[in-house]
């Protein structure tokens, strides 16, 4: 089982820096999830909301942003939103990127433009495309990227056949679950719903999971885990 940094190490330093994901790595986590906007003008930047105000106490929304206005921002402790080309500059050889792309501001046309910043920078092997829009999923697939559908809570709300059949619609490598699952379906019909999934040939990546009691429910299943957690989590690798 693989353990990434939410948004890099999100408990302790500021989320989605070069910080924060530098120590990730320091304190052992196997890789990140971080994700992925754009600014006014075109440039792919590495932040969760589609505005700065939330980590900076800055009002604005990056579709009227340019990139040197973002790049202004103090996010925490000086740091500043990295670019895509700059995470992934800080990412060890061999360390897994879950990178999650945002539908709030990029759209298909987008796809090959980030692809051709990652082709060269990391190896697809460590690396995952995800969201929660199926439309952003299947150029990549396409590609032939290792891809990850998103799971939220309007789709779990819908109920267990209409949750497998997006998910066996698209066929993505993995399938990204709320640890809430459980609950939302309850233990059962989750359990159910996984062991079909993955009768499938599909694999589950889970997040955020931030307590032993939480590893502990996903352990027969999870692949990866997605924690603001790190240290916490790390004793629960296996070779998985």
Not at 207 to 223: K, P, R, Y
Request: glycine content about 10%.
């Amino acid at each position: 089982m693989l353990v990434l940094g939410h948004r890099g190490y999100r408990a302790r330093f500021p989320e989605n820096t070069l910080l924060g994901v530098r120590m990730a790595f320091q304190f052992g986590a196997d890789g990140v999830e971080c994700d992925l906007q754009k600014t006014a003008d075109g440039r792919y930047v590495v932040i969760h909301d589609p505005s700065v105000e939330r980590v900076s106490g800055v009002p604005g929304e990056l579709r009227s942003l340019t990139f040197d206005q973002v790049r202004g921002i103090d996010v925490g402790r000086g740091e500043r939103v990295p670019e895509l080309a700059e995470l992934l500059s800080v990412i060890p050889r061999g360390k897994y990127l879950d990178l999650e792309l945002k539908g709030e501001t990029l759209t298909e046309a987008d796809c090959i433009s980030i692809a051709s910043i990652l082709a060269p920078r990391i190896d697809p092997a460590n690396l995952m495309i995800s969201s929660f829009e199926p439309r952003l999923l299947y150029p990549f697939k396409g590609m032939g990227y290792t891809i990850g559908l998103l799971v939220g809570k309007s789709l779990i709300s819908r109920g267990v056949a209409p949750l497998a059949a997006t998910i066996l619609r698209l066929r993505p490598r993995y399938v990204n679950l709320p640890i809430g699952i459980f609950s939302a379906l309850g233990t059962k019909r989750s359990r159910l719903l996984l062991r079909l999934l993955r009768s499938c040939g599909l694999r589950f990546l889970f997040w955020t999971v931030n307590t032993v009691e939480d590893a502990e429910s996903i352990m027969d299943f999870a692949h990866i885990v997605v924690t603001d957690e790190v240290e916490g989590m790390l004793p629960l690798r296996s070779g998985r």
